[in-house]
């Protein structure tokens, strides 16, 4: 099934896993899969490094396991560095194993460099695959605007490009201040953009991650999160309770608010997938 169809019908919940580093034990995600199969997502997305590695091949192998549970799967695909040949066999491979949903980026500027490929941003790779296949497509999108965007509205021009080369459903970078997600919003409003929107949320579990994460993504910290990580960073149990409390806020807010749907980023961690799907169910 496409997963378009979905948000017409209701708020989506959905959850995002990443192949396991190839020196960990690879049944540590099919661990993780039994355990998210039972908190009834509406799909799994399987993320693809884009600097290559062995693990992205992983990341088709996951997608199709998903699906075998009966539950819809979503592969990302970052185009940097590829060909139009490599796409070509990305999307038959995709199609042979019955995966009908694609995440289509861009991916990183890896900082040693890389080879340019065919193309130079995910717009022109949603064009392709809306000329190619029969995928449904989702594209990023980011609150606070993608960091190396010149201006808020140069990014939301860019969103919308994407949005008219044929991606049909977009998932937010993390951010942990709903104002900025309520703001994007309106812009995207604006611009015409009118497609669901599903809120990317991330609880926190340690603090060097999500350092490192908002500094990567630009996300703001707000000044509670601060806080709480300050207090919290030498007692992970505490940590992960008031990681797993923070975001159950700001999905209820979300929700109340008339969200699109909730994209959970899991970190492969199924506790805390389910206590925030427990705490928040009954809201969906
Ligand atoms: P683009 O949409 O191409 O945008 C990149 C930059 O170029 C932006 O600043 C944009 O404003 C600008 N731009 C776009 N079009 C134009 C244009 N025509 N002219 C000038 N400027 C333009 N990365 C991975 O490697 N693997 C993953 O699995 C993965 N999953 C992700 C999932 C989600 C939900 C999100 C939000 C991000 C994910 N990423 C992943 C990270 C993503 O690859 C990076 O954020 C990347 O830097 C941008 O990708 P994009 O698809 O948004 O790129």
Known sequence: MKIAELFSR????????????????VDTIYNTLNELKDLSPDFISVT?????GKNNQETFKIASVIKSYGIESVAHLPCIGLTKSDVDEKLSELKKIGVENILALRGDIPQEGYVP???????????????????????ACYPEGHTESASKVADIQNLKKKVDCGANHLITQLFFDNDYFYSFKERCELAGINVPIEAGIMPVTNKKQIERMS?????????KFAAMMEKYENNPTAMRDAGIAYA??????????????????TMNNPYIARKIYEAVHNLI
Do not use: M, N, W
């Open 248 to 265: 159950t806020d700001q999905i209820v807010d979300l929700i109340s608010q008339g969200v699109d749907g909730i994209h959970l980023y």
């Open 10 to 25: 209701k708020t989506v919940f959905s959850y995002e896993v990443f192949p396991p580093k190839p020196s960990s034990p």
């Open 48 to 52: 693809y490094g884009a600097s290559g």
């Open 215 to 223: 500094s990567l993504c630009g996300a703001t910290v707000p000044k």
């Open 117 to 139: 490929g065919d193309f130079k941003y995910a717009s022109e790779l949603i064009e392709y695959i809306r000329e190619h296949g029969d995928f449904d497509i989702t594209a």
